[in-house]
């Protein structure tokens, strides 16, 4: 652990978390609904130049995500020059959260990303609820997701799931790209949460292939209302997907229920 100055005023303490790499550290703290960020390199400057660029795999990507899954938040901050960044958590119910910044710095040239790690707690009562079996359709905001076929998923092993999201009005979803994708696929393992995030884009547009050792994928979207999302986790178990995208101005987010063999 690290000790921590400058986080006066602090209604929960700061957490520290160190890597695999035992190279970067997270500074997280929150106060009231606002959760405040900065990334701290291996000589203890933070972290201020990040990738840029068309295509998602760019800055800081921050994903809090209650421990049951049952409520995320996803968004892209700017980075100040001093090399903090804030989240409003004001749309989280109560309970327990683990933190993940996906942070793509500038000049990284073997893998393009690596993750922090932090845990908040919103007060309140916490009830956590069970993690619901597959459903294939989901309507969130009035807008239906399918999920079509049934999913075969083994770890490491690239493969793809095909939904069709169809507008309250029986048309096809347009999508419109948000933080440089058409949809974002966020995967959560339950228990451990275990990470990963691959997404979907225009065919041929770059910086969309997710990586995982050896192994790539990408998903692509050629149609309206369809999406092709690259599934590519690291280990078996129940695992979580988040499908984000942008309709009309609506950010939706579509969970479902997914077996890794
Ligand atoms: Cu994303």
Redesign the pocket.
């Known amino acids: 652990m690290l000790a921590l100055a400058g986080c006066g005023g602090s209604s929960a303490p700061p957490s520290v978390s160190v890597p695999a790499a035992h190279t970067y550290s997270l500074v997280s703290h929150h106060s009231g609904s606002l959760l405040t960020l900065k990334i701290v390199q291996p000589d203890g400057t933070p972290l201020t130049k990040f990738k840029t660029g068309s295509g998602?795999h760019t800055g800081v990507?921050v994903i809090v995500v209650r421990r049951d899954l049952s409520a995320i938040l996803?968004v892209?901050p700017h980075v100040g020059a001093d090399g903090v960044f804030r989240a409003s958590l004001s749309t989280l119910p109560p309970g327990p959260y683990r933190v993940v910044v996906?942070v793509y710095p500038a000049n990284q040239t073997v893998q393009p990303n690596f993750q922090l790690f932090a845990n908040l707690r919103i007060a309140g009562r916490y009830a956590p609820k069970p993690l619901p079996p597959l459903q294939r359709r989901e309507t969130v905001d009035g807008f239906t997701f399918i999920l079509h076929g049934v999913p075969h998923l083994r770890a490491i092993q690239p493969a793809f799931l095909h939904f069709t999201v169809t507008a309250p009005d029986g048309k096809s979803a347009a999508f419109t790209p948000w933080?440089?994708?058409l949809a974002?696929?966020?995967f959560f393992r339950t228990g451990s949460l275990d990470y990963f995030?691959?997404?979907v884009c225009a065919p041929g547009a770059a910086g969309c292939t997710s990586i995982l050792g050896a192994a790539k994928v990408t998903g692509t979207s050629s149609t309206a209302g369809r999406l092709d999302v690259g599934v590519l986790v690291p280990v078996s178990g129940t695992w979580r997907l988040f499908l984000?995208c942008r309709v009309g101005g609506h950010v939706l987010t579509a969970p479902f229920t997914l077996r890794v063999e």
Do not use: E, N, R
């Open positions: 998602p990507h996803h892209h996906d933080f440089g994708a974002h696929a966020i995030h691959t997404h984000q």
